[in-house]
T-cell receptor, first 115, second 114 residues
Framework: NAGVTQTPKFRVLKTGQSMTLLCAQD?????MYWYRQDPGMGLRLIHY???????AKGEVPDGYNVSRLKKQNFLLGLESAAPSQTSVYFC??????????????FGPGTRLLVL | GDSVTQMEGPVTLSEEAFLTINCTYT??????LFWYVQYPGEGLQLLLK?????DKGSNKGFEATYRKETTSFHLEKGSVQVSDSAVYFC?????????????FGSGTRLSIRP
């Protein structure tokens, strides 16, 4: 049981390049999330998904796209990377919403540097 | 909107010292409250949580009590160890469209000296 895994662990991009971050979970969770973590700002939600084939915008969605073609995978895409997207990206997943008692399970993170 | 405010770090303590990390929140309704911990080079892990007023969450010697009257959820530990060095995030669960969303504080870095 690997939990939540993320690929790659670290990546350097040049401005304007594109890339896709992969998140995979083996816990059969319905909900998946992408966050970015910046110094002094905690975690901010980029996009999330409430089930296979569905996605929705979070707090800071601009410049990112996502897809949830399979229940266990949640992809985050950057079409044209900008230096402002330099950050650490975390994926998380959780069970179906159960009131407000939900716990999220996080992956180890992807460190992205955009030059 | 909902928000979480926690004390700024870094916090540096000697081993076996008493730890308090303050956390206050603003929320409509009755959120659940969480403490997550991030060890160096790793993702966030749930440390403890409380789902209603006066509940006490506890784990690994850490405790936090959900205080509705003061809108607080302070994290405490009686005797810290070097292995407790990490970043600690206070969080609450809110509602965001149809999904449960967790709102995080900015994090408090804790360093423990041997």
């Amino acid at each position: 049981n690997a939990g939540v895994t993320q690929t790659p662990k670290f990546r350097v991009l040049k401005t304007g390049q594109s890339m896709t971050l992969l998140c995979a979970q083996d816990m059969n969770h319905e909900y998946m999330y992408w966050y970015r973590q910046d110094p002094g700002m905690g975690l901010r939600l980029i996009h999330y998904s409430v089930g296979e084939g569905t996605t929705a915008k979070g707090e800071v969605p601009d410049g990112y796209n996502v897809s949830r073609l399979k229940k266990q995978n949640f992809l985050l895409g950057l079409e044209s990377a900008a230096p402002s997207q330099t950050s650490v990206y975390f994926c998380a997943s959780s069970y179906l919403l159960a009131g407000d008692k939900e716990t999220q399970y996080f992956g180890p993170g992807t460190r992205l540097l955009v030059l | 909107g909902d928000s979480v405010t926690q004390m700024e770090g870094p916090v540096t303590l000697s081993e076996e010292a008493f730890l308090t990390i303050n956390c206050t929140y603003t929320a409509t309704g009755y959120p659940s409250l969480f403490w997550y911990v991030q060890y160096p080079g790793e993702g966030l892990q749930l440390l403890l949580k409380a789902t209603k007023a006066d509940d006490k969450g506890s784990n690994k010697g850490f405790e936090a009590t959900y205080r509705k009257e003061t809108t607080s959820f302070h994290l405490e530990k009686g005797s810290v160890q070097v292995s407790d060095s990490a970043v600690y995030f206070c969080a609450l669960s809110g509602r965001y469209s149809s999904a449960s969303k967790i709102i995080f504080g900015s994090g408090t870095r804790l360093s423990i000296r041997p």
